[in-house]
């Protein structure tokens, strides 16, 4: 009979990539939309400034 594998074992956990995942908690968390809204909101800027120094064209 096959021996059964051990469910820890193979690529995943051999390539660092649990403990990656487990070493995640203090990582800064950004919600998609803000950072969505803050690059909308530089672009507005930006484009602002554009126009108000005369470089719109």
Known sequence: ???KKNEGSGLQSSAGL???FEAD???IKLNPKMV???CIGAGVV???LNI???LWP
């Open 25 to 27: 908690d203090t990582a």
């Open 36 to 38: 969505l809204g803050a």
């Open 46 to 48: 930006v484009m602002g």
């Open 1 to 3: 009979m096959a021996k």
């Open 18 to 20: 649990m403990r990656y």
């Open 52 to 54: 108000a120094f005369g």
